[in-house]
T-cell receptor, first 111, second 115 residues
């Protein structure tokens, strides 16, 4: 059974700091991995999608890496801003239609 | 088309009442998913449609829950005889069938509170 774990559960950093969010999964047989952002009481916004054959994806200040063999992904946020404060969710696609989510990392960036 | 749309955004209901939520996916997407999210947790898969066919249902979807996608476009999720444990955010997502390259796009969710 695929399980997704995100560490840390919560993180508070000063503005401008670079930070790394971690995601691990137990079964390396994934099709892709997706990082989402969720603001309080809102839906999910897709940030980055990494295919199983890829090692990383970049979008602006965000960089996500994938190491399928070790069951790990990281989301790197450069030069964090207060507007980055949100919950970040990692999700793995295991069969084309079922996505398994982690519990998320709650990020707070202090001005 | 501006994305996945869910209605209502919020619903407060008394225990024992029936509720129905609607999801309008991105128009060209043939896959539609329902998830449930409780406070402090990630979303949990409930069910999946490919066009109008419901192809997968989670064991979380008890017999009080029913989902439909009658014409392969919008979908409804109905909860009968609601219980306080049904209080959660119900999220809908859609995607285009590209095999492994399946990026899901989520709606803003419907927050259900059962009192």
């Amino acid at each position: 059974k695929q399980e997704v774990t995100q560490i840390p559960a919560a993180l508070s950093v000063p503005e401008g700091e670079n930070l790394v969010l971690n995601c691990s999964f137990t079964d390396s047989a994934i099709y892709n991995l997706q990082w989402f952002r969720q603001d309080p009481g809102k839906g999910l916004t897709s940030l980055l999608l990494i295919q199983s054959s890829q090692r990383e994806q970049t979008s602006g200040r965000l960089n996500a890496s994938l190491d399928k063999s070790s069951g790990r992904s990281t989301l790197y946020i450069a030069a964090s801003q207060p507007g980055d404060s949100a919950t970040y969710l990692c999700a793995v696609n295991t069969g084309g239609f079922k996505t398994i989510f982690g519990a998320g990392t709650r990020l707070f960036v202090k001005a | 088309d501006t994305g996945v749309s869910q209605n209502p955004r919020h619903k407060i209901t008394k225990r024992g009442q029936n509720v129905t939520f609607r999801c309008d996916p991105i128009s060209e997407h043939n896959r539609l998913y329902w998830y449930r999210q409780t406070l402090g947790q990630g979303p949990e898969f409930l069910t999946y449609f490919q066009n109008e066919a419901q192809l997968e249902k989670s064991r979380l979807l008890s017999d009080r829950f029913s989902a439909e996608r009658p014409k392969g476009s919008f979908s409804t999720l109905e909860i009968q005889r609601t219980e306080q444990g049904d209080s959660a955010m119900y999220l809908c997502a859609s995607s285009w069938d590209r095999g492994r390259n399946t990026e899901a796009f989520f709606g803003q969710g419907t927050r259900l509170t059962v009192v």
